[in-house]
């Protein structure tokens, strides 16, 4: 006997605590087109998730986690229904993201060795070692400018 599941359906509520996405977030995607418009139900009009919509809101959250833009995001999933006709814009939009990150993690670290630096210097001062902080003070001010040069880039 061969037994078949029932396809489950999902309200905007459940579908929001499934995928850790507010509600107004759901109804903002499927409107500007992030998402494919969401089934209705018959007689509430209220929108009716089912597992491929759940699939795209997870698929969606990822890439939203990754800091990615709203018009890459609708691009991506646009390009998600294309499929493998699609595959080497789908590899752009990633390494552009992976660029877009890897730029944000230098302008982090670079901003982690300031903080360092003045931890230092202020180590020096209460230590008294003038020529320390001194020393640090110059490393802290030529590191300054190159966060200065970052930010304007």
Known sequence: ???????????????????????????????????????????SGHRVYD?????????????????????DMRLYMANNRI?????ADQQRLLEEQQARLEAEAAALALRQRY?????AYWQAVRADDTDGAERLASQARALADELRRADRA
């Open 115 to 119: 903080v360092a630096l003045k931890i």
């Open 51 to 71: 597992d491929g919509d759940l699939d795209q809101l997870m698929w969606v959250s990822c890439l939203a986690a990754t800091g990615m833009s709203i018009g």
């Open 1 to 43: 006997m061969t037994t078949h599941a029932q396809p489950r359906s999902y309200s905007i509520k459940e579908a929001a605590a499934l995928t850790g996405l507010p509600a107004s977030t759901l109804r903002y995607y499927e409107q500007i087109g992030v998402i494919a418009p969401v089934g209705r139900g018959a007689r």
């Open 83 to 87: 499929g493998a006709d699609a595959a």
